[in-house]
């Protein structure tokens, strides 16, 4: 499956930013989706990840209660709603499939985007 991310930009902080996910070339439903960020001299972290069907969702500490993370299926698509943003949250975020079971860490993904800057000035 191929991923390609999109929606980041420059925002100030407080300020909210939706990124998108579309997935093309195998069927979407069977994988777990996840987002990750980079910021720069930083290791990628994981963001949050959603459940094959979307009813189940887990999301780092430092985003919980800011972050959604939504998925539609029928149109292959996962989304990252982010609110409340704050300088710390500038990175390059990246969209992730899992084919096997929900998880938090980046190596057990198998697919990943290209990634899309969110800068959030103060």
């Known amino acids: 499956v191929q991923l390609q991310a999109s929606g980041g930009g420059l925002v100030q902080a407080g300020g909210s930013l939706r990124l998108s996910c579309v997935a093309t070339?195998?069927?979407?439903?069977?994988?777990?989706m996840g987002w990750f960020r980079q910021a720069p001299g930083k290791e990628r972290e994981f963001v949050g990840v959603?459940?094959?069907?979307?009813?189940?969702?887990d999301y780092a500490g430092s985003v919980k209660g800011r972050f959604t993370i939504s998925r539609d299926n029928a149109n292959n698509m996962v989304y990252l709603q982010m609110n409340s943003l704050q300088p710390e949250d500038t990175a390059v975020y990246y969209c992730?499939?899992?084919?096997?079971?929900?998880?938090?860490?980046?190596?057990?993904?198998?697919?990943w985007g290209q990634g899309t800057q969110v800068t959030v000035s103060s």
């Open positions: 070339g195998r069927t979407f439903t069977p994988y777990i």
């Open positions: 959603i459940s094959r069907s979307g009813g189940r969702t």
């Open positions: 992730a499939a899992n084919q096997e079971f929900m998880s938090a860490r980046a190596a057990d993904c198998h697919y």
